[in-house]
Nanobody, 122 residues
């Protein structure tokens, strides 16, 4: 059974930092590109926003413009885990953050984690 489990969300003050983790089971994440998405309060599932991604080889990372320079995606292959380091957090970063992997090529499946809530507020 394939699964993604996120952790690390919580309440943080503006300007603060958080690190989210996404641990994969049932597959080796280093064989796939991995992404973080977020869904802001009041937004529908279809409106989830791509935040950052990392290539299967691990050496190409991309960040969306709203988080560029503040958020960093990385991974530890030995732990089968992807991370999202978030610095200089703003109230508009408040959202549920989801880990995502496209397994359609060999498993006919798009896999999402259960999400972790990040609230940025004073």
């Amino acid at each position: 059974q394939v699964q993604l489990v996120e952790s690390g969300g919580g309440l943080v003050q503006p300007g603060g930092s958080l690190t989210l983790s996404c641990t994969a089971s049932g597959f080796t994440l280093s064989n796939y590109a991995m992404s973080w998405y977020r869904q802001a309060p009041g937004k529908e599932r279809e409106e989830r926003e791509l935040v950052a991604s990392i290539s299967s080889a691990g050496h190409i990372t991309k960040s969306a413009n709203p988080v560029k320079g503040r958020f960093t995606i990385s991974r530890v292959v030995a732990k089968n885990t992807v991370y999202l380091q978030m610095n200089s957090l703003k109230p508009e970063d408040t959202a549920v953050y989801y880990c995502y992997v496209d397994l359609r090529h060999d498993r006919d499946l798009e896999l999402w984690g259960q999400g972790t809530l990040v609230t940025v507020s004073s």
